[in-house]
């Protein structure tokens, strides 16, 4: 059973009967679920997942007036729930583990995964906001709520960034693309620099998958989930094997040779499959950008669309961050 499962039973058969029984009175203002950190959140865990931070468990969110005068007896009579349910153990929690489930107020919950404590006002809130805090915040289910606050503020964040917003991130995703990938990743194989092409690699697949997202209109999350949830997406996650790929052939050091790297420094060495993959993924994206209008031009080096792609955006504000920003 996978653990977003697991808490839904365990509310429904536990949880849903203590709440009636013992806050009759809040019972329509007890918003109840599972979401925040932990791959259960996200549907992803298996066998491997249950070592740590998994278990019957859910998540109760009140408003901060609810929250003082309940807060503490509702947390109290959760932690008398039984700790066992349906073969599964109670809750194993890791050292940093502690506080993803049991009773929350709503502004607090959000505050601790995203830093404000309902919806974003500005774009200048937006932009500094990471992804993956985002994703976190919401992610799982949401199992009953029938005062809605708690899902507005739910429901304002999914709407995803405002378009500004997402196209500087784009921008700064396109320049990192470039820049570790497209650039640096010949540079160093060139120099025999083999740990710094690694790392030119794991940054262009990091801010490739970010890319991927981003075009989606969808929070990535974690890195430890990013490329699993590429293959959830609809829009280009025939990117995510090619990443595989590319990371399986990382040592391409036989197609480079010190006598020739300096030949001609500015020739694409197609002979290096990790460079035929890079500019392959590219025109993936370029190809999006132009669909989605965001780019005219079809240029595959991404460095060269920044420009045009910031023209896009009408907030001065975005307008004046550096080109990686965002």
């Given at each position: 059973?996978?653990?977003?499962?697991?808490?839904?039973e365990?509310y429904?058969?536990?949880?849903?009967?203590?709440?009636?029984?013992?806050?009759?009175?809040?019972?329509?203002?007890?918003?109840?679920?599972?979401?925040?950190?932990g791959?259960?959140?996200?549907?992803?865990?298996?066998?491997?997942?249950?070592?740590?931070?998994?278990?019957?468990?859910?998540?109760?969110?009140?408003?901060?007036?609810d929250?003082?005068?309940?807060?503490?007896a509702?947390?109290?009579?959760?932690?008398?729930l039984?700790?066992?349910y349906?073969?599964?153990?109670?809750?194993?929690?890791?050292?940093?583990?502690?506080?993803?489930?049991?009773?929350?107020?709503?502004?607090?919950?959000y505050?601790?995964?995203?830093?404000?404590?309902s919806?974003?006002?500005?774009?200048?809130?937006?932009?500094?906001?990471p992804?993956?805090?985002?994703?976190?915040?919401?992610?799982?289910?949401?199992?009953?709520?029938?005062?809605?606050?708690?899902?507005?503020?739910?429901?304002?964040?999914?709407?995803?960034?405002?378009?500004?917003v997402?196209?500087?991130?784009?921008?700064?995703?396109?320049?990192?693309m470039?820049q570790?990938?497209?650039?640096?990743?010949?540079?160093?194989?060139?120099?025999?620099?083999?740990?710094?092409?690694?790392?030119?690699?794991?940054?262009?697949?990091?801010?490739?998958?970010?890319?991927?997202?981003?075009?989606?209109?969808?929070?990535?999350?974690?890195?430890k989930?990013?490329?699993?949830?590429?293959?959830?997406?609809?829009?280009?996650w025939?990117?995510a094997?090619m990443?595989?790929?590319?990371c399986?052939?990382?040592?391409?050091?036989h197609?480079?040779?010190?006598?020739?790297?300096?030949?001609?420094?500015?020739?694409?060495?197609?002979?290096?499959?990790?460079?035929?993959?890079?500019?392959?993924?590219?025109?993936?994206?370029?190809?999006?950008?132009?669909?989605q209008?965001?780019?005219?031009?079809?240029?595959?080096?991404?460095?060269?669309?920044?420009?045009?792609?910031?023209?896009?955006?009408?907030?001065?504000?975005?307008?004046?961050?550096?080109?990686?920003?965002?």
């Amino acid at each position: 059973m996978k653990g977003l499962e697991l808490a839904k039973e365990y509310y429904n058969f536990y949880g849903k009967s203590m709440i009636h029984e013992k806050f009759p009175e809040f019972e329509n203002r007890i918003a109840v679920g599972l979401v925040g950190h932990g791959s259960e959140c996200y549907g992803f865990d298996d066998s491997i997942s249950q070592d740590h931070d998994f278990g019957p468990a859910f998540c109760m969110w009140l408003t901060e007036e609810d929250y003082e005068k309940i807060g503490s007896a509702l947390a109290f009579e959760y932690e008398q729930l039984p700790k066992d349910y349906a073969g599964f153990t109670g809750r194993v929690q890791s050292t940093h583990g502690g506080g993803r489930v049991g009773v929350f107020s709503i502004s607090s919950f959000y505050y601790s995964l995203i830093g404000v404590d309902s919806i974003p006002k500005n774009n200048k809130e937006w932009v500094w906001i990471p992804e993956s805090r985002l994703a976190v915040a919401t992610n799982g289910e949401v199992f009953r709520d029938d005062y809605g606050m708690f899902s507005k503020i739910r429901e304002g964040l999914l709407q995803f960034y405002p378009e500004d917003v997402r196209i500087k991130k784009i921008v700064a995703r396109a320049a990192a693309m470039a820049q570790s990938g497209q650039y640096n990743y010949a540079r160093s194989m060139r120099r025999m620099e083999t740990v710094t092409a690694h790392v030119a690699l794991s940054e262009f697949v990091k801010n490739t998958a970010s890319m991927v997202f981003l075009l989606n209109k969808k929070y990535m999350p974690f890195y430890k989930w990013m490329h699993k949830g590429i293959f959830e997406l609809d829009i280009l996650w025939e990117i995510a094997p090619m990443l595989t790929t590319l990371c399986e052939q990382m040592n391409q050091k036989h197609v480079w040779s010190r006598e020739s790297s300096t030949e001609n420094p500015y020739e694409i060495n197609l002979m290096d499959k990790n460079v035929e993959m890079i500019e392959t993924i590219c025109g993936l994206v370029v190809e999006e950008l132009n669909r989605q209008g965001i780019s005219s031009l079809s240029d595959r080096f991404l460095e060269n669309h920044t420009g045009h792609m910031m023209e896009k955006i009408s907030d001065i504000d975005m307008k004046r961050l550096q080109i990686l920003e965002g």
